[in-house]
């Protein structure tokens, strides 16, 4: 993932975080790495693509979430992720249940 930002978008819910994975990939050329489930019925998704793109789909993907779901959404792009947040990104199945 060298050169690549990631970025993680965080809701509550799966119906919000696959509408916003529907809004970000079609506006954007971004890469879904996966969906985790974390616990307490919170749902994330890792994005990946340049920096301009992830900034977008992040906004993309919140205000689609927050529309859906009403309840909290939370995100973070890192322009140029250490190793293990982008093994997380690249892998966030790593997440699960934390």
Do not use: W, Y
Not at 63 to 71: C, R, V, W
Not at 84 to 89: I, S
């Amino acid at each position: 993932m060298a050169n690549q930002a990631v970025g993680f978008i965080e809701a509550e819910g799966f119906v919000p975080i696959f509408d916003a994975v529907d809004a970000m990939v079609k506006a954007t050329n971004v890469v879904v790495e996966g969906v985790v489930r974390l616990g307490g019925g919170l749902v994330a998704v890792a994005i990946s693509g340049d920096l301009a793109t992830v900034e977008e789909a992040s906004e993309i993907a919140e205000e689609t979430a927050k529309a859906i779901s009403g309840g909290s959404v939370s995100s973070i792009v890192f322009a140029n992720p250490c190793d293990p947040v982008a093994a997380l990104a690249a892998h966030p199945g790593l997440l699960e249940g934390s």
